[in-house]
């Protein structure tokens, strides 16, 4: 079978997609994929021998009416140029991942009668996954979301990379704790300014940071203030290495963060990016919260409030409880994904 799939622009949408997309090919199936053609999409991608197709559509909620209408053109547009590709390639079935490029794809698919099938990481419906769901065969759920029809809670699919490890790598130093601190593409600022502060009474630490493109040295420049050693990175070419490093991570709450990090057995003290659309990030957190692996630290809260929680992490031993986590949900989400669409279609 051929699928189209279909992600772009963040991580959160690309690196599901691509697991997926592996997951396909590793069954002899064929992907298609359709995309904007960003970076991070050649990034995720390049080692899949995959045609791909790139379309150009920005996104719609936060925009000026003008946007809006420009946005609503490059839709009506994309979707004859969509048209024209399923009827090139003949797709047996689309599979979006969510944002504003799914779209164009899923009206075409619904024009030409083609099976749409869906995935949202976090635990908020996002706008254009909100707007498909209705036409959607399965609605596959990275976190449990209530009252969506069609709907089969998978888990988040996650790189290969993030399922090849093993249980001796997970060394533990009993005399010093190791944390890893990342704040993501969009949300490192407060981290950057924060976490070493919230740090600098803290003596029993060893400390990896990835600050984010140009903001290592002023974040180095914060540790030494307050005679704290730490690696201090633009960014880290493998995430796996310094999580499974890690006693556990101060990170944001991006759904595929949180998925990747519980998935090594690794906790996680959750800041979620506060201005993030419908706050899933705070929504996410919670869940996370609620599965016993992580706390949470808003940034309303105070920096004392921070240092309160990563202190209760350290003092009661909770890093070492979060390494006992045995959930596969997110290692077996491309394969559960990828049975539940053969299964639909075989029954066609």
Request: with cysteine; net charge positive; aromatic share 8%.
């Amino acid at each position: 079978m051929k699928f189209m799939v279909v992600a772009a622009k963040t991580g959160g949408h690309v690196y599901p997609a691509q697991a997926l997309s592996n997951e396909i090919i590793s069954n002899d199936h064929e992907v298609i994929f359709i995309g904007t053609g960003s970076n991070i999409e050649k990034i995720a991608f390049k080692d899949l021998n995959i045609k791909s197709y790139q379309l150009s559509i920005e996104g719609f909620r936060g925009k000026s009416i003008f946007k809006k209408i420009r946005v609503i053109f490059q839709i009506i547009v994309n979707i004859f140029k969509v048209l024209n590709i399923l009827r090139i390639e003949k797709v047996d079935a689309m599979i979006g991942f969510g944002g504003f490029i799914t779209v164009p794809v899923g009206i075409s698919c619904w024009i030409l009668k083609k099976p749409i099938f869906l995935h949202e990481q976090n635990s908020v419906l996002g706008s254009a996954n909100k707007l498909l769901s209705n036409f959607s065969k399965i609605n596959f759920l990275g976190m449990p979301i209530k009252n969506i029809e069609n709907s089969i809670i998978t888990g988040n699919p996650i790189r290969e990379s993030f399922k090849r490890f093993e249980e001796n790598e997970m060394t533990v130093d009993d005399h010093k704790i190791n944390i890893y601190i990342t704040g993501g593409s969009q949300g490192a600022e407060y981290i950057n300014s924060s976490v070493p502060i919230a740090l600098k009474n803290f003596s029993n630490i060893n400390i990896k940071h990835q600050s984010g493109s140009g903001r290592s040295s002023e974040v180095s420049d914060q540790y030494a203030k307050y005679n704290l050693q730490a690696e201090v990175r633009d960014f880290y070419d493998d995430p796996v290495e310094q999580i499974l490093w890690s006693d556990f991570v101060i990170s944001r709450s991006g759904a595929l963060s949180i998925s990747e990090i519980t998935s090594l057995k690794r906790g996680v003290l959750m800041i979620p990016l506060s201005n993030s659309i419908d706050n899933h990030q705070l929504e996410n957190a919670k869940l996370i919260f609620d599965q016993k692996m992580g706390l949470i630290h808003e940034q309303k809260e105070s920096l004392e409030s921070l240092t309160a929680k990563i202190k209760t992490i350290i003092d009661n031993d909770l890093y070492k409880d979060w390494k006992k986590n045995n959930s596969k949900i997110h290692i077996n989400a491309s394969k559960k994904i990828l049975d539940n669409i053969n299964h639909y279609l075989s029954r066609k």
